[in-house]
T-cell receptor, first 115, second 113 residues
């Protein structure tokens, strides 16, 4: 079965540094998502992306965050100036449809540690 | 807003034991309900779903029934295997407005031989 690929699997950074988390969604999918899970807490929605623009975002997704689809395959999440509280597992997902997105396909996640 | 609450883990069972992982939800209207599973080193993958009240989703011996009266979608399996050891996530997709799925915190299941 096709899968969503995320790199790196682990990322350690210093507070205030910029990080870019990378994802390769499934090739024929049109909708892309970023979620995160802080240790012990719920999986939280960050942002969804369709047709080269953000379609929906949560309150967490403030000006420090941005997403981009720089080419036909990659989908990236950038955190401009990381804070300690950004430490979490970040999941990328993709789906064929939007309103009919009954099945999301997830990557295995990037564990971000901000020191 | 919409939310999902799962029982805290880890749930530790012996092989062939009966499994229940509780999930309750808060949502307006008639959301669709899902269970996702994450095996070690892998991404979350859809396990089963139910789209309306009294529907039963099933897959790989797991079942969950959409109970609107109790706003619950508990996951059950009659006889667990070591290979079922994973983290299980309950989720809902709203029926209107935003269609973005909302997830719970996940419940870790550990099955011993």
């Amino acid at each position: 079965e096709p899968e969503v690929t995320q790199t790196p699997s682990h990322q350690v950074t210093q507070m205030g540094q910029e990080v870019i988390l990378r994802c390769v969604p499934i090739s024929n999918h049109l909708y892309f998502y970023w979620y995160r899970q802080i240790l012990g807490q719920k999986v939280e929605f960050l942002v969804s992306f369709y047709n080269n623009e953000i379609s929906e975002k949560s309150e967490i997704f403030d000006d420090q965050f941005s997403v981009e689809r720089p080419d036909g395959s990659n989908f990236t999440l950038k955190i401009r100036s990381t804070k300690l509280e950004d430490s979490a597992m970040y999941f990328c997902a993709s789906s064929e449809g939007g309103a009919t997105n009954e099945k999301l396909f997830f990557g295995s996640g990037t564990q971000l540690s901000v020191l | 807003g919409d939310s999902v609450t799962q029982m805290e883990g880890p749930v530790t069972l012996s092989e062939e034991a009966f499994l229940t992982i509780n999930c309750t939800y808060t949502a307006t209207g008639y959301p669709s309900l899902f269970w996702y599973v994450q095996y070690p080193g892998e991404g979350l993958q859809l396990l089963l779903k139910a789209t309306k009240a009294d529907d039963k989703g099933s897959n790989k011996g797991f079942e969950a029934t959409y109970r609107k009266e109790t706003t619950s979608f508990h996951l059950e399996k009659g006889s667990v295997q070591v290979s079922d050891s994973a983290v299980y996530f309950c989720a809902l997709r709203p029926s209107g407005g935003s269609y973005i799925p909302t997830f719970g915190r996940g419940t870790s299941l550990i099955v011993h031989p």
